[in-house]
């Protein structure tokens, strides 16, 4: 039976539950061919059936990241997809998998960053999610940490208290001072109290 048949609009169901439960099912099993069947249906003509695929993917490769680990190319293809939710589906996969070949998805941070600037606020945020994976890698953190202190600089200010508190979890001694001299430059921009009143709690927590 084709995976499709299970899939949440194939059962007419408007929630996520069956794409949940089919990729925890697929994670189990390590079922190679169902992720294939999916990647292939990743161009279907129904986007309701592509939308299911792209989700059971990146929930199978959260579970199981080697799943899905051979399928790089088409999670970077997708980025800059005319589909939102294939590109910020894409986005997720490759946060999925970033810990498991972190070489490759370092090597692909052009790419990434290049749809986490023309994309949506999902494929930013999971884009600055990678970039605190590939921060825990040491050969890859002063470089990571430069692209994080340029998404610090430039993101909307409804994110900056998000990636700030992100950043903060990879900081060393190193870069502290960078760090704390970029988010105190964009104290200013920040309308709300709440906002500040993160960010202060960051800058005291590291000074």
């Not at 945020?125 to 953190?141: E, G, H, P």
Request: glycine letters at 2%; aromatic letters at 6%.
């Amino acid at each position: 039976m084709s995976i499709l048949n299970k899939l949440a609009t194939s059962l007419n169901r408007r929630d996520e539950v069956p794409n949940q439960e089919l990729a925890a099912e697929i994670a189990a099993k390590n079922n190679k061919a169902a992720i294939r069947e999916l990647i292939d249906n990743l161009s279907n003509k129904s986007k309701d059936i592509q939308h299911d695929c792209i989700k059971v993917l990146y929930e199978a490769g959260e579970r199981k990241p080697e799943l899905i680990t051979g399928y790089l190319e088409t999670f970077l293809e997708l980025l800059h997809h005319k589909n939102n939710r294939l590109q910020w589906g894409a986005m997720t996969a490759l946060h999925a998998i970033a810990l498991k070949d972190p070489k490759i998805i370092y090597h692909s941070l052009s790419k990434i960053m290049d749809a986490a600037d023309k994309g949506s606020v999902i494929t930013r945020d999971y884009a600055v999610k990678i970039l605190i994976q590939l921060s825990s890698v040491k050969q890859y953190a002063d470089d990571t940490f430069l692209l994080l202190n340029e998404q610090l600089l430039g993101c909307p200010s409804n994110q900056f208290p998000m990636y700030a508190e992100y950043t903060a979890s990879v900081i060393t001694e190193k870069n502290k001072k960078i760090f704390i001299h970029t988010i105190t430059s964009r104290l200013k921009d920040l309308e709300k109290d709440s906002q500040r009143k993160r960010i202060e709690k960051i800058i005291k927590k590291l000074s």
